[in-house]
Every structure is written in structure tokens, then in C-alpha cells.
């Protein structure tokens, strides 16, 4: 199993892969305004987020969109093709480097296209969970009107197993 160092002075480093820029914006202000001596930095796409997995300092936790492009959009650039389950190559990646790190999905979609049908929450969840349980500790569903995704968001931190601030 590889381990990593925590940044200087015991921060938490989270790493959030997203590609929806409002929602990257949404999830870090709210982390920022609840848990301010954590840092967050962003993975915009399948191969910058493994990019950033293994640079160092490693995150101690990765907050992963299930659907991803699989380059960085850019103003050139159309960020390849689109991957309903980028969050899963993210995620078999880890599990082949052997890097442990407690991952939270966080997904604004309530179901994803699989063949000729749709898969719900409850049924990507139990894929995930058993797929990779040592390391995927919960699916939020996102909504940027509603904001019962942050109560989840901040359960599913506080009971990560990462050190964090004293509430």
C-alpha cells in the first residue's frame, strides 16, 4: 500500500475531480467556508486527476465526479471524449497502483446510460461499494438548488478517516 505525507503544519489535502466548473466552484467554496485549513486543488478531467493523484504530496482524499472528460476542456480543446464512468477508471487506476485513499463521489446526475438502459444512484452505489470497498466511502448526489448535498459532504469528511480540525 502506498502512503503519502501529509503538507506541512497536519493540512488536509483534498483533491477534487470535476470537470463542471460551476460545481467545482459550489463544492470548494463551501469547503473552504467549512473546513478552512484544508486545501483543495483541483483535477479537471480523467488524466489530470490521475496526474494529480500521484504528484506529491498525495491528496488525503479525493472528492471524484462519476462523469468525466478525458482531457482538460480548454478554449482549443474539447476535452476528448466524454466518459460516463470517468470516475471509475480514476478509481480501478488506484487500485492497480495500490494507493489507498478514502474517495467520496459526488455526482449531479440520478442515473448514467449503461448499454441500451440507465443505471440509478442506489445501483452505482452498490457497484462502487463492492467493487472498491476499501477505498470508496459514499456517492452524494449534487444539486446546485438544493443544499442537502453539503450536510453529506461534511459527514462523509468528518468520518473519512483523515485528520481534521477540531469542531
Same mark, same amino acid.
Request: with cysteine; aromatic share 8%.
Given at each position: 500500500?502506498?502512503?503519502? =505525507? $501529509?503538507?506541512?503544519?497536519?493540512?488536509?489535502? +483534498?483533491?477534487?475531480? #470535476?470537470?463542471?466548473?460551476? &460545481?467545482?466552484?459550489?463544492?470548494?467554496?463551501?469547503? =473552504?467556508?467549512?473546513?478552512? @485549513?484544508? &486545501? *483543495?486543488?483541483?483535477?479537471?478531467?480523467?488524466?489530470?486527476?490521475?496526474?494529480?493523484?500521484?504528484?506529491?504530496?498525495?491528496?488525503? +482524499? /479525493?472528492?471524484?465526479?462519476?462523469?468525466?472528460?478525458?482531457?482538460?476542456?480548454?478554449?482549443?480543446?474539447?476535452?476528448?471524449?466524454? $466518459?460516463?464512468?470517468?470516475?471509475?477508471?480514476?478509481?480501478?487506476?488506484?487500485?492497480? &497502483?495500490?494507493?489507498?485513499?478514502?474517495?467520496?463521489?459526488? *455526482? =449531479?446526475? #440520478?442515473?448514467?446510460?449503461?448499454?441500451? =438502459?440507465? /443505471?440509478?444512484?442506489?445501483?452505482?452505489?452498490?457497484?462502487?461499494?463492492?467493487?472498491?470497498?476499501?477505498?470508496?466511502?459514499?456517492?452524494?448526489?449534487? @444539486?446546485?438548488?438544493? *443544499?442537502?448535498? #453539503?450536510?453529506?459532504?461534511?459527514?462523509?469528511?468528518?468520518?473519512?478517516?483523515? &485528520?481534521? #480540525?477540531?469542531?
Amino acid at each position: 500500500m502506498l502512503r503519502h =505525507q $501529509q503538507p506541512k503544519g497536519g493540512i488536509v489535502l +483534498i483533491l477534487l475531480i #470535476e470537470d463542471d466548473a460551476f &460545481k467545482a466552484k459550489r463544492i470548494c467554496a463551501f469547503l =473552504q467556508e467549512k473546513f478552512p @485549513s484544508h &486545501k *483543495t486543488i483541483i483535477g479537471r478531467s480523467v488524466s489530470a486527476g490521475l496526474s494529480r493523484l500521484f504528484d506529491a504530496p498525495a491528496p488525503d +482524499i /479525493v472528492l471524484l465526479d462519476m462523469s468525466l472528460s478525458t482531457f482538460d476542456v480548454g478554449p482549443r480543446e474539447t476535452g476528448g471524449r466524454p $466518459q460516463n464512468f470517468g470516475g471509475i477508471s480514476i478509481l480501478d487506476h488506484m487500485l492497480r &497502483k495500490k494507493l489507498h485513499l478514502p474517495v467520496v463521489v459526488i *455526482t =449531479q446526475f #440520478e442515473s448514467f446510460p449503461k448499454g441500451n =438502459q440507465e /443505471v440509478g444512484l442506489d445501483d452505482v452505489r452498490g457497484d462502487l461499494a463492492n467493487r472498491f470497498s476499501g477505498i470508496f466511502k459514499g456517492l452524494i448526489y449534487y @444539486s446546485s438548488r438544493e *443544499t442537502h448535498w #453539503e450536510a453529506d459532504l461534511t459527514n462523509l469528511l468528518n468520518n473519512s478517516g483523515v &485528520k481534521r #480540525e477540531a469542531s
